[in-house]
């Protein structure tokens, strides 16, 4: 029996954000991107958009049912994966961002952000795979050594072989210093390495034939914490000088997790060197040959969580964008219920869409997927513009725009993750029971949603990040100017008639927030750094609507110029409506949880911090 296509995306929406609101097309006026062109864009965009709903999307649920399966020889895909892994480096989605000069197509990372988008709503779980391994393929080719480069990233890119990112341990989750996965120099450059680590996504699978797992481990005598932490590459199968596999490295997959969700994933736990037989490489190479450099690890690592951080931003984005579109189809189709005025009609009763309350859900879960799109687009315009910069011989401000990225990143991995909880819940409520069964995705949504919060460094330490040390870097130079661009589009939306609510919704939030500002930096200079940690995800959380609320109501004024120039009854002139819509309800409701939030910050309430620990039960 064939299988049913659940993804939905709207092009429309995206292709308005990529050259209506962050202009994408300007980008190719400049290397590296001047060999591309908005027809070349839009293009792929209707490809990929063919690809996922067409090849990808039928995989989605067959997938989720059958999961990732351990077996004693190794870990099995779901079979529809096997042709879709082939589809899928055939076609190039793999490569639309590399250089031009490593065989890749150059892409602006706002397009391939698209892409990725859709393809990770058609099926999140497979897109991992391919997303792990070219991310890890990355890592070696800005670290590793030359012999490295060579010898690693290629197989990797033509999709023979994967790789993996190797931290957490059953003792060391979060706090990955206190991991005790060892390597002892074997004094020709390899290093034995024994360890146990656990959630690996795509630590084993048979759609390659061999998997390059970079690793986190301690050099015998090295320093404790993270300082003393290396990181290895430890490929499944040994690789010989010209690239050839050699004998198993002693990796073996102990288990699978069994998950709320993403069950096609493979979530491994790997034992490395459990029969003292397994081999590492330093990533880099020896360096000064102690390969203990203070720090080294973790910040090649970074370079890996950081694009990983970014892809659950994404994915997030993704599903939630599905759930609310799957949700808007059948509240069209649904008959429930009289209307409130007009009584039930011809068919004895209306479709549900018609009915308030739902169409209050959906213009919420709408607001929510274009806001959060904007968030993740907003971001990533840094990326290309340092990109831009960096090949006109300005590093300074390429610098400056990277770090700028660095900034919004929490915001785009927290809060987007958040809100897409929120949103495929209130998707699997528009559906009501039906939603509950498995008979349409909105279930699904929801349990492969629950991960995006948790995995990539936990939401609660993103917003550590966020306060403890984004907020001064470049010595508040970067948070200073995100106060001034929403005060920018402050006076921008004021000076328009008929917003005047909206304007003064975002002036007030941001007179609190630049009020919680100082705050923070009285209390981080008078010991009062436990206050600022227990605000900081009410300040992430507050700082991101601020974000998606200024970038809603910019796109209302580009709406509102289209919407004057299109027919009255057009299907233009329905869209644009429904922008200025988004923006109206997300200033007027969503936005005023950011003041509040910052007015408890301000408050100084240290409940959490004062109750005892007897007080949260004395059950056990």
């Keep these: 029996m064939a299988e049913v296509n659940f993804y939905k995306s709207d092009l429309r929406e995206i292709e308005f954000s990529l050259f209506e609101q962050f202009k994408l097309s300007d980008l ?30 039928p995989t989605m649920s ?6 990732a399966q351990w077996t004693p020889g190794g870990v099995k895909a779901p079979e529809e994966f096997r042709d879709l892994w082939k589809q899928y480096y055939e076609n190039g989605w793999n490569t639309l961002n590399m250089p031009e000069s490593l065989g ?107 998997i390059i797992h970079l690793v986190l481990a301690r050099i015998e005598g090295a320093a404790k914490g993270t300082r003393g932490l290396s990181l290895f590459i430890i490929p499944k199968f040994r690789v010989n000088p010209d690239g050839s596999l050699g004998e198993p490295n002693d990796v073996v997959c102990t288990k699978l997790e069994h998950k709320m969700g993403i069950h096609a994933s493979a979530t491994a736990a790997l034992a490395f060197g459990e029969n003292g037989n397994c081999l590492g490489y330093l990533l880099g190479g020896e360096g000064d040959g102690k390969g203990q450099d203070p ?13 990983a951080r970014l892809a659950v931003g994404v994915q997030s984005l993704a599903v939630a964008s599905t759930a609310y579109l799957n949700a808007l189809a059948y509240a069209r189709t649904r008959l429930q219920g009289p209307h409130i005025t007009r009584g039930r009609g011809e068919k004895g009763a209306v479709p549900i869409i018609e009915h308030p309350d739902v169409r209050r859900m959906l213009l919420e879960m709408k607001c929510i997927v274009e806001g959060c799109r904007m968030l993740a687009m907003s971001s990533v315009q840094n990326s290309d513009r340092a990109r831009i910069l960096r090949k006109a011989g300005k590093d300074e401000e390429a610098q400056e725009a990277e ?10 991995k927290a809060h987007i993750s958040d809100m897409s909880l929120h949103v495929t819940s209130t998707g699997l409520q528009v559906f009501g029971g039906a939603g509950y069964t498995s008979d349409f995705p909105a279930e699904q949504y929801m349990r492969d949603a629950r991960i995006f919060p948790i995995y990539e460094g936990a939401n609660g330490i993103q917003a550590l990040d966020l306060v403890g040390r984004k907020l001064g870097q470049r010595e508040g130079a970067l948070i200073q100017r995100f106060g001034k661009e ?16 909206e304007s003064a919704n975002l002036g007030a939030a941001l007179e609190k927030f630049n009020a919680t500002l100082g705050k923070f930096l009285k209390l981080s200079s008078n010991d009062g750094m436990e206050q600022v940690a227990l605000g900081a995800t009410a300040f992430l959380d507050a700082m991101s609507r601020i974000a998606i609320a200024k970038l809603l109501l910019e796109a ?43 007015e ?21």
């Design 28 to 57: 190719f006026a400049s290397p590296p991107y001047d060999h591309f062109s908005e027809d070349d864009a839009r293009m792929i965009l209707k490809e990929a958009y063919t690809f996922a709903t067409e090849v990808v999307g």
């Design 62 to 67: 067959v997938s989720d049912r059958k999961g």
């Design 104 to 210: 890749g197509q150059g892409a602006p990372h706002l397009l391939s952000m698209a892409v990725s988008e859709m393809m990770t709503g058609a099926n999140t779980a497979f897109n991992m795979y391919p997303g792990l391994s070219m991310t890890a393929a990355a890592v070696i080719r800005a670290v590793g050594s030359p012999e490295q480069k060579e010898l690693f990233p290629p197989k990797i890119e033509t999709g023979d072989w994967g790789g993996t990112m190797v931290l957490t341990e059953s003792n060391a989750g979060t706090d990955v210093g206190l991991s005790l996965t060892k390597a002892v120099p074997k004094g020709d450059g390899s290093y034995s390495i024994t360890g146990n680590k656990i959630f690996i996504s795509g630590g084993d699978h048979d759609l390659v034939e061999n």
């Design 295 to 307: 720090g080294e690890g973790m910040r090649k690592m970074f370079l890996f969580m950081n694009t």
């Design 403 to 412: 770090d700028y990225y660095s900034l919004l990143l929490p915001l785009v």
């Design 486 to 501: 929403v005060h920018q589009a402050v006076k921008a939306v004021e000076a328009h008639q008929g917003y005047q609510t």
């Design 556 to 598: 209302a004024l580009i709406a509102e110029e289209g919407l004057a120039k299109a027919d009255a009854d057009s299907q233009d002139a329905q869209f644009y409506q429904g922008k200025i819509a988004s923006a109206r309800y997300y200033a007027r409701h969503l936005l005023p949880v950011a003041t509040t939030e910052l």
């Design 600 to 620: 408890t910050i301000l408050s100084g309430d240290s409940s959490p911090l004062d109750i005892p620990d007897g007080g949260f039960s004395l059950a056990f």
